[in-house]
């Protein structure tokens, strides 16, 4: 029996009130910087691109409490004090519902560290004074992304980028998994790309989420960098008017440039230059705002024609916000901080130094706890879903949300609201992959995480406004 096809189809999409700012948080020269155990440096010696903490405000229709959504262009958080001395201003500054604010660092492995712990590290002095300053131009930057939020339509289309690999690479030699371009194994090439348009149709802002370790730069690098964003920033600004690009870092757990872990800046420019096309080459494609596809009609010629034509439609306004947290155990070989602690001692090399003060910094965390309260943040607006989680998963987290949702644009975030650790398939335990060595969690972490992720998602679905049949979404 043939299936009738659908008649009628419109991209996702979500009306409402929303605002964009921007701050610069470029660090100084001369702070502490050392990013990666290999690098023979400590401080930064220069500047590549300048940082940015980009806020995105949503203020939903009947004078609901607002959402934020804000990405930093920082590596990560070592501890929750940190991470709490800047996400805690900007809750109570704002007056916002913890629910309602996601705060993302986009992971740049060249920028400053972020460690107040770290002042006696050549140039740590200097972290203080800039934490303050990130935390004030966070503020700011919400304050006026608020502040500025106008009637506005966001409208959601899915492309494809080949930037982003698998980094899961067995060692040719044995002996484990090394971080580094595995041809043989497929990677989610999915960049999705959301337009945001006034009433007017004018271009307010595009948001790119895409999952890929910024690590086009590697130890040899001495300059501070976005890296492959601030090239992909450039390029799509430059094709929208200006209109500011907020970069959102997905499920990227294992996914990473093929050519990285280089010195040389042109590499980080040119791995953003293949991301930024790829987001304007499916801005491209998109429908002009506030406008279906229908079918209208047969026409005779030398094949029968299907015609289909432009039509109004409109865009959903539910927003709701749904917070809860998952327990995940920690793995039996961590949950010992004593042993952690003598191995930090005795050791002299400065690489597994680096590594093991890591670890210590990850653990030290928890105290002595055995299990790990992972929050996770889930947001609904119109036919967006938004996921956030505060650790590093793999992207099977997103592909497998995707496929349950495909008639939604499915918004997948790391690094919210803190820095957690890496979430790998169970499969994947026992293989000897960095990312299950250093992660604090036992095998099985990530399909809890994606088990309670498909509980938010479909209790945010429960409050859906139901749609007619002839404007169901384009599949995201």
Known sequence: ?????????????????????????????????????????DVAEGIHRPLYVTALACRPPQGAAP?????????????????????????????????RLMLQTAHTHAGPATSRDAGDKPGGDRIPAYL??????TVDAAREALAQAEPALLTWATGRCALAVNRDLPHPDGGGVLCGYNPDQPADDTILVGRLTRANSTELATLVNYACHPTSLGGDNRRISPDYIGALREVVEGATGGAPCLFLQGASGELAPRRQYAGDVQVADANGRQVGYA????????????????????????????????????AGDLCRCVQTRVVLP???ELQRVDQLAARLAACADRVERERLE?????????????EVDVPLWGWRWGDTLLFGTPA????????????????????????????????????????????????????????RVLAACLDLARELEIAQTPRGAEDEPVPA
């Open 358 to 370: 890591r670890a210590m910094q990850a653990r030290s965390d928890l105290g002595s706890a055995i």
């Open 279 to 314: 987001a304007l080459s499916a801005l491209s494609g998109m429908l002009p705002p506030g406008q279906a596809l229908a079918f209208a009609g047969a026409q005779a010629s030398g094949a029968p024609l299907g015609i289909w034509q432009l039509v109004p439609t409109s």
């Open 330 to 332: 920690v793995k039996p």
């Open 392 to 447: 590093e998963a793999y992207s099977l987290l997103q592909r497998a949300l995707r496929r349950q949702f495909p008639h939604r644009a499915v918004v997948v975030l790391n690094m919210v609201n803190g820095h957690g650790s890496y979430l790998a398939p169970a499969s994947s335990y026992g293989t000897g992959t960095y990312q299950v060595d250093v992660s604090l969690y036992a095998a099985g972490g990530l399909e």
């Open 1 to 41: 029996m043939t299936r009738v096809p659908r008649l009628r189809v419109a991209e996702p999409s979500f009306a409402g009130d929303l605002g964009l700012a921007r701050r610069d948080i470029t660090p100084p020269v001369g702070i502490y910087a050392r990013m990666w155990g290999c690098a023979r440096h």
């Open 67 to 99: 959402f934020l959504l804000v990405s930093l262009d920082l590596g990560w958080w070592r501890s929750r004090a940190d991470e709490w001395f800047l996400r805690g201003a900007v809750l109570e500054a704002l007056g916002l519902d913890p629910a």
């Open 132 to 137: 303050e300053h990130v935390r004030q131009a």
